[in-house]
C-alpha cells in the first residue's frame, strides 16, 4: 500500500470522506521523511503543516526554561496526525518541540491548501472539524489522566494506544510522558510482567 492510499484510507474510515473529494486534495499532500532528532515543528515557530504519519514516531515536548529539563506532553505514532495544533489554527508562534524519534515518514498538507478544500468541500470542512475535536479531546484527556489515573493506569493506557512504543523510544523518554521517574517505571513494568 503507497503512502497516499495509507493516507486515504485514514481520513476516510475517520471522517467518511468520499473518494471524489479526497481526490481534492490529492495535488496538495508532499511526502517527507525525518531523520531521529529531526524536529516536525519548534519552539517559538508556526506551524503551517498537518501531517499523517505513513511510519514512525514523534513526540511532542516542552523544556523548563529555568532547569532545562524536558516533559514529554504527547507521542504520535503511525496512522496518527501530527501538529501543534493550537499553533496551526492560530498562525502563532508554538510553544512546544515535536521531534521525530525515529526515521519516520510523514504526508503533510500546508494549512493554507487544507482551508481551500474546507471551501471547496462539506466533507473537508467536517475532516477539519473532526481534527479539532480530536486534538481537543487528545489534550484534555492526558490533562485529566493525570488528575485521575495512577501512574499505572497512565502506562496501561499508553500501551494499548501505542503498543510498539515501548520498543521504539528511551524508557526515559516514556517516564517523562508518564510524569513519574524512571525507577518507578521500572517498577511499574515489573509489576505488570508478573500479572
Known amino acids: 500500500m503507497t503512502a497516499l492510499e495509507k493516507l486515504e484510507q485514514a481520513v476516510r474510515s475517520f471522517s467518511g470522506i468520499e473518494e471524489q473529494s479526497f481526490a481534492l486534495s490529492l495535488p496538495y499532500w508532499e511526502l517527507r521523511t525525518y531523520q531521529k532528532g529531526e524536529y516536525y515543528n519548534e519552539y517559538r515557530n508556526v506551524c503551517k503543516h498537518l501531517g499523517f504519519i505513513v511510519n514512525g514516531v514523534f513526540r511532542t515536548y516542552y523544556v523548563n526554561a529555568e532547569t532545562g529539563e524536558e516533559k514529554n506532553m504527547l507521542f504520535y505514532t503511525t496512522n496518527q496526525m501530527v501538529t501543534a495544533y493550537k499553533s496551526f489554527l492560530t498562525r502563532r508562534p508554538c510553544n512546544f518541540y515535536t521531534e521525530s524519534m525515529v526515521e519516520s515518514t510523514i504526508l503533510y498538507i500546508h494549512v493554507d491548501h487544507l482551508q481551500a478544500l474546507y471551501k471547496q468541500s462539506h466533507e473537508w470542512e467536517r475532516f477539519g472539524r473532526y481534527i ?3 486534538a481537543f479531546n487528545l489534550m484534555m484527556e492526558h490533562t485529566e489522566d493525570f488528575l485521575f489515573k495512577t501512574p499505572e493506569e497512565r502506562y496501561v493506557q499508553m500501551i494499548e494506544e501505542h503498543p510498539d512504543l515501548i520498543n521504539q ?27
Do not use: F
Open 132 to 134: 479539532a475535536e480530536v
Open 169 to 195: 523510544v528511551p524508557l526515559y523518554h516514556i517516564a517523562s510522558y508518564l510524569g513519574i521517574a524512571g525507577p518507578s517505571l521500572s517498577r511499574i513494568r515489573k509489576r505488570m510482567q508478573k500479572k
